[in-house]
């Protein structure tokens, strides 16, 4: 039996968004607008209390499941939501996320803030950080196009 074993860490992402903290949010509570930058839920109930699900991977690999429920919801100003990642059946990490919308003159800065347990050596804090920094560069692509649609209406 392999040893079983739990890193706690946590990391910080700062990201400014030339987009309003009432946009930002959106792209967050709207399933439909999340799915452009996130993998799209199999289940998305955006309330506190509420669950967002979703399974997903590379063709042939192996399959990921999201599984997170709403803490907390402060409308344009903060999520806060717990999660497990699982890949395929193994539990690889269990986290809270508190994403926190501060209006600045440039639009918005967001703070991601996950403290995580990782578990048995299936994931680290610095594999997550990573990929988390790629779905907030997806999330600012989103937003911009978003921003190039409204001027050109």
């Known amino acids: 039996m392999n040893k079983r074993f739990a ?15 009432e946009r930002v949010f959106a792209a967050w509570a709207d399933p439909a607008a999340k799915a452009k930058w996130f993998p ?7 309330r506190v209390g509420g669950r967002e699900y979703n399974q997903g991977g590379p063709k042939g690999g192996p399959v990921f ?16 939501y717990s999660y497990t990642m699982d890949l395929d059946e193994i539990r690889i990490s269990v986290s809270v996320t508190t994403v926190e919308f501060k209006h ?7 703070i991601y803030t996950e403290q995580g347990v990782f578990l048995d050596g299936h994931d680290t804090a610095a594999q997550r950080e990573h990929g ?22």
Request: a negative charge; hydrophobic letters at 30%.
């Open 7 to 21: 890193t706690h860490d946590t990391f910080v992402i700062e990201k400014t968004y030339n987009t309003p903290p």
């Open 65 to 80: 499941t999201f599984d997170a429920c709403y803490q907390e919801i402060v409308p344009d100003q903060r999520i806060v």
């Open 104 to 110: 600045t003159e440039a639009g918005t800065q967001l």
């Open 132 to 153: 988390t920094k790629i779905m907030l560069d997806k999330l600012g692509e989103y937003l911009q196009k978003e921003s190039t649609v409204e001027k050109n209406r």
């Open 40 to 46: 799209k839920a199999d289940e998305f109930d955006f």
